[in-house]
């Protein structure tokens, strides 16, 4: 069944007042909560409200956050999230960059003491209106083995760039630097589905395809898949997503991340605060004339979109394309939910006396 943004938007604001979030904090992770819906990251989206509440409830999320920053230069600092919902560390993290952007040409933060921060898209995207690159990292609770490893090290770690053009839609990337991430194999969960082959491992190291894997104690995969596929690659790009957000900031890393799940307790011996994250922007101009540099990506996307297809498929897409086409879809006819997504919010809603 379809749901109107507006009907979700309404639900999990009021779900956020009643934890106790101010009211302007509510909304900015509101926004960043359904903007992963819209963009049809349903991993990311409202699925996972009753995941934040039940952190808040065992005291690991804090409503009332004194968000600040700890540590700067003019063109760096390291934000201390104080325990708070990353749907709203983030967004402040990513607007010092932009400010210190403003006047240094480039902006770099770290964050430390934060939680999961939503779709990674979203927060690289802020820089796009004022003509700025935004970059945007965190990483998350260990469930990928590094390539040879039979444990679970590093998060899914994802990385996104949001690039302006000028007539043409922004390039965004956005991805895991896992083959799947796993809020992937939770909608398969759901389905009652199997993995694809190079999704996951057993707990001994074996290729399996049970969606449930992670969850019996084996591991997400290194983009790659494997050694051969080039997970070598994959984990080393989520160990710089890691060392980026956490070894420079403060937060924990690698095994010591906490878990998203409340029903798992973070570590008795942390090396650091919460999770962290890593943002960048950069202003276009510092390098060169920004209606310049948005003429050459019209120009650069342009050419893309013109190259032959392979045979069966309708064109060549550029990152981005597919979220961007997707929402004005469901902004129009509505955001898709499965069963157990409506169940589990209808219950939370109960819960706290908010009609869903």
């Known amino acids: ?70 540590h700067e230069t003019p063109s760096t600092a390291v934000v201390d999230g104080d325990g708070g919902l990353g749907l709203v560390v983030a967004p402040f993290a990513m607007q010092v960059a932009i400010e210190k952007a403003k006047i240094a040409g480039t902006g770099w933060v770290s964050v430390k003491h934060s939680n999961h921060y939503g779709i990674a898209g979203y927060h690289a995207m802020m820089a796009l209106e004022h003509d700025m690159i935004g970059i945007s990292l965190t990483n998350a609770s260990p469930l990928v083995a590094p390539t040879f490893s039979q444990e679970r090290l590093l998060g899914t770690n994802p990385i996104a760039v949001a690039i302006p053009a000028k007539d043409q839609p922004p390039f965004v990337a956005d991805m895991a630097t896992t083959t799947a991430a796993n809020g992937k194999l939770e909608i398969l969960q759901r389905k009652g589905m199997d993995t694809p082959t190079g999704w996951v491992q057993d707990k001994i190291g074996n290729p399996t395809t049970s969606a449930n894997g992670v969850k019996d104690g084996g591991a997400l995969l ?57 943002f960048g922007a950069m202003r276009v101009d510092a390098f060169r004339p920004a209606d310049e540099f948005k003429a050459h990506m019209d120009n650069w996307i342009g050419r893309f979109r013109s190259a032959k297809p392979t045979p069966g498929n309708e064109k060549v897409l550029i990152p981005g394309d597919p979220e961007r086409e997707l929402e004005s879809i469901r902004m129009k006819d509505g955001i898709p939910l499965l069963d157990p997504v409506v169940k589990d919010l209808t219950e939370l809603g109960e819960k706290f006396g908010v009609r869903f």
């Not at 009643?18 to 991993?43: F, Y």
């Not at 808040?56 to 700890?70: C, H, L, S």
């Open 1 to 70: 069944m379809n749901y109107s943004y507006e009907q979700l938007y309404e639900f999990t604001f009021q779900m956020l007042c009643k934890i106790g979030c101010p009211e302007n904090q509510a909304k900015t992770a509101t926004e960043v909560l359904l903007s992963a819906d819209l963009r049809g990251v349903d991993s990311h989206g409202v699925a996972r409200l009753s995941g934040y509440v039940r952190l808040w409830e065992k005291g690991r999320i804090n409503a009332t956050p004194n968000i600040r920053v700890v």
């Open 222 to 278: 290194p983009l790659g898949g494997d050694r051969e596929h080039g997970s070598h690659k994959g984990y080393a790009l989520g160990s710089i997503v890691d060392i980026f957000s956490a070894v420079l900031s403060g937060a924990n890393y690698g095994p010591w991340v906490p878990p998203f799940v409340a029903f798992l307790e973070p570590d008795p011996n942390p090396v650091g605060e919460g999770i962290g994250h890593f």
